[in-house]
């Protein structure tokens, strides 16, 4: 192999390199980018789902359960005489 025929696949070696390092980094700043976007996403879930936590343990609460069955559907305690149990 002559010098000259080296020193020239050093050169498209070295230019092969430099463009697999360039592109390596733009893939990383568009792979970064998109976790960004991921984790805020994935934040704005997890703050969704404290709330609805909160919504469910509210509405969990039995004096809400209580009220809302005597308002909405009219229900109420049956009186002593009404219970009858049942057993198998």
């Not at 192999?1 to 592109?23: H, K, P, Q, Y």
């Not at 343990?57 to 049942?86: F, K, N, Q, S």
Request: hydrophobic fraction near 50%.
């Amino acid at each position: 192999m002559s010098l000259r025929f080296v020193v020239l696949l050093l050169l498209a070696l070295d230019i092969a390199s430099a463009i697999g390092v360039v592109w390596a980094r733009h893939r990383h700043r568009q792979l970064f980018v998109e976790l960004s976007r991921e984790e805020k996403a994935r934040d704005a879930l997890n703050v969704e789902f404290s709330r609805l936590q909160l919504e469910q343990a509210t509405w969990a609460e039995g004096t809400l359960i209580d009220r809302a069955a005597r308002e909405r559907l009219g229900m109420v305690l049956p009186r002593a005489d009404e219970i009858v149990v049942v057993r198998r």
